[in-house]
């Protein structure tokens, strides 16, 4: 059954430390976001990537930085630049064509702080 | 910058009343899609709009675009306790960026 699972379910993170969130497809999709929400709020765009080796930063990438080594993974890492990392990450991927695709989600990250 | 404005923010209906929230973007889209988040839950695509003027139906569901494509309302008729969640619309731009409006928070009173 395809999906995207993303890992762990909560993490948390001391003053100072560089977190990595996980995520994985198995639908064979080609793009690959990685989005922040804060309580309340709506979805903000970290990052996103078209194709392996390359991506794009979105509107709040700073703090945060990715990699896009296999089709399947991109996961994120929360570094310690950002100064308030806490939230629900959800990764979500689609295919790529003529105009945006719908986006499939994962089950989301939620980020503490200790 | 280019925004999606989602209202309302919130909206408590009493259950078998019907329900509606409504995106209006500052810039021409060329599509918009709708997405529902149940509490605790990730987003779940529902429908994508294209064409200027659409509208689609699934079951108490229906979803408009606007003429000018630079709207989009969702209805829901009769809810029921099922469709309590946050409802996204998400609208694509033409140089193919989505951007998401802040979503609506539908509570159910029985």
């Known amino acids: 059954d395809g999906g995207i699972t993303q890992s762990p379910k909560y993490l948390f993170r001391k003053e100072g430390q560089n977190v990595t969130l996980s995520c994985e497809q198995n639908?064979?999709?080609?793009?690959m976001y990685w989005y922040r929400q804060d309580p309340g709020q709506g979805l903000r765009l970290i990052y996103y990537s078209q194709i392996v080796n390359d991506f794009q930063k979105g509107d709040i990438a700073e703090g945060y930085s990715v990699s896009r080594e296999k089709k399947e993974s991109f996961p994120l890492t929360v570094t310690s630049a950002q100064k308030n990392p806490t939230a629900f990450y959800l990764c979500?991927?689609?295919?790529?064509?003529?105009?945006?695709?719908?986006?499939?989600f994962g089950d989301g990250t939620r980020l503490s702080i200790l | 910058g280019q925004q999606v404005m989602q209202i309302p923010q919130y909206q408590h209906v009493q259950e078998g009343e019907d329900f509606t929230t409504y995106c209006n973007s500052s810039?021409?889209?060329?599509?918009i899609q709708w997405y529902k988040q149940r509490p605790g839950g990730h987003p779940v695509f529902l429908i994508q709009l294209v064409k200027s003027g659409e509208v689609k139906k699934q079951k108490r569901l229906t979803f408009q675009f606007g003429e000018a494509k630079k709207n989009s309302s969702l209805h829901i008729t009769a809810t029921q306790t099922t469709d309590v969640g946050t409802y996204f619309c998400?609208?694509?731009?033409?140089?193919?960026?989505?951007?998401f409006g802040k979503g609506t928070r539908l509570h159910i009173l029985p």
């Open positions: 979500a991927s689609s295919m790529v064509g003529q105009g945006n695709q719908p986006q499939h």
């Open positions: 998400a609208g694509s731009t033409r140089d193919d960026k989505i951007i």
């Open positions: 639908l064979n999709h080609d793009a």
């Open positions: 810039t021409t889209l060329s599509n």
